[in-house]
């Protein structure tokens, strides 16, 4: 049984407890986690603080933080696969994608060492003759990272990469399903040579880790991926501090397919959009909005499409569909789709948990159509797709725009005037039009609504890890001559 180490303080520890964790193609204890409590998160916020204030990292220039970036991203391209072997083993996700995913999360790290010298202030025009005035961005404080489980390596680059660049220190919590990717993240990092306390990496549970982490009085920023539910959480213990928030939440994100769409090219990115690491991600397509016209005619592809996936061993290179990551996730499933088939959803295909070991549940498709379904509404986090159908454009919008949620969206037509009618019209942070999934460095990413708000990737990212000081310099050698008029 492997055994891994929180990271504090440059030190790797055992942690106020242990607990064990799940290997979800199998169901079995695989290793050993460090369980932090109040004491620990206290000590890596302490030593985050002090690392921000004394000692080398904040004598270094913003050119040496990006070369310690590039260190580690040349260790995360270095270590991918033994990362991406992790990653599979603790949280189910299958070896192609954690492979290919892991391999570009190297290129966050390399963007962000890129953008550390060039975060730039400003000097202002100001209406007083004798006063020099510049803006400069200085980092914000300790940052709270709290990361899930699925595509944790990438989440947490996100994250990491602009807070070292804006010059903060972090305390990265892990989930306590599935950390150990992250856990071993920690050695790139001491490899790479940060000075000990800018990053330090726990896991823990909620009650005793997540909630004393966000409400720690030294806590200046928490950065949050998760569910709408535990967000709130988060704000509410934001307020013992003040701290400031970036939230990348859920989504019900809308695809909506037109009928003079490539209805193959659609088809695929439909299946990835939600079948795709087993449905375990926040911009899944989960609401198809079909063209009436031709709802039955790409139903039936999508079908032929599901019904064809290959089933199996996450570590398996051939395997298309893993796991899901933990059983409670699958019983939550099972439980929604129940409900939804009681509403009156119709099953296409899938719809029954894959009996043996492990937390396995098939590719899943509703019809929905006419149907008030709570699959329609509630987020599965799963391989499961409910269908809708629509009768023209301001259906298809109406249609995507009824959720709570905003983080995506997908559009699949050749018209191009259309295209953009949309774009502008659906109320989403991030819209694919004929494609999805595509993620970049360079390009923000989050939502509106209860998909959360902020922005990870891009320059904006790292912006919210800064805060402006107004410097006021006067020019002028003559005395103040009345000390009671302000100027």
């Not at 660049?165 to 856990?183: F, H, I, N, W």
Request: charge should be negative; hydrophobic fraction near 45%; aromatic fraction near 8%.
């Amino acid at each position: 049984m492997e055994r891994f180490q929180e990271y504090i303080d440059g030190q790797f520890l055992d942690g106020e407890a242990r607990f064990d964790s799940l290997d979800p193609a199998t169901g079995a204890v695989w290793a050993t986690m460090p369980e932090a409590r109040k004491a620990d998160v206290d000590r890596a916020v302490s030593a985050a603080h002090a690392a921000l204030y004394d000692g080398a990292w904040p004598k270094m220039t913003a050119t040496q933080r990006g070369k310690l970036l590039y260190s580690l991203a040349d260790l995360v391209a270095a270590n991918a696969q033994t990362l991406a072997e992790l990653e599979t083993r603790d949280t189910g996700k299958i070896i192609r994608e954690t492979s290919a995913q892991i391999a570009y999360v190297a290129e966050y790290y390399r963007y962000y060492a890129g953008i550390a010298d060039k975060i730039e202030g400003s000097y202002l025009p100001i209406d007083k003759p004798d006063m020099d005035v510049w803006l400069r961005r200085e980092p914000v404080g300790v940052v709270a990272m709290v990361v899930p489980w699925n595509s944790q390596l990438f989440l947490s680059a996100v994250k990491i990469g602009p807070a070292l660049a804006a010059g903060c220190t972090v305390v990265v919590k892990a989930s306590e399903d599935g950390p150990a990717p992250l856990l071993e993240l920690a050695r790139l990092i001491h490899e790479a040579g940060f000075p000990p306390g800018v990053v330090n990496v726990i896991t823990g549970f909620g009650p005793s880790c997540g909630s004393a982490l966000g409400r720690h009085p030294k806590i200046s920023h928490v950065a949050f991926t998760g569910g709408p539910e535990t967000a709130r959480h988060v704000v509410r213990n934001s307020a013992e501090n003040l701290a400031s928030t970036s939230l990348e939440l859920g989504g019900k994100s809308p695809f909506i397919v037109f009928a003079d769409a490539d209805l193959e090219s659609a088809a695929n990115a439909q299946i990835a959009g939600i079948f795709a690491a087993t449905g375990q991600s926040c911009v899944a397509g989960s609401r198809l909005i079909v063209e009436k016209s031709i709802k039955d005619r790409f139903v039936s592809l999508l079908k032929s499409k599901a019904e064809a996936i290959r089933i199996g061993a996450p570590l398996d290179m051939a395997t298309e569909v893993g796991p899901l990551a933990t059983s409670r996730q699958r019983q939550a499933i099972v439980a929604l789709v129940e409900r939804s088939v009681a509403a009156g959803a119709t099953l296409v295909t899938g719809g029954r948990p894959i009996e043996g070991d492990g937390f396995y549940y098939p590719p899943t498709i509703l019809d929905c159509d006419g149907v008030a379904s709570p699959s329609l509404v509630e987020e599965f986090f799963g391989p499961v797709l409910s269908v809708v159908s629509f009768e023209d454009e301001a259906h298809a919008l109406h249609l995507a725009n009824d959720t709570v949620y905003g983080l995506a969206a997908g559009v699949f037509t050749q018209n191009l005037t259309r295209a953009h009618r949309l774009m502008k019209g659906i109320r989403a942070g991030v819209v694919w039009v004929n494609t999805y999934r595509a993620v970049s460095p360079i390009a923000p990413f989050g939502g509106f609504g209860l998909s959360g708000h902020g922005r990870e990737g891009g320059m904006a990212a790292v912006l919210d890890y800064t805060r402006t000081k107004t410097i006021w310099l006067r020019t002028s050698d003559d005395p103040i001559p009345d000390p009671f008029v302000m100027r």
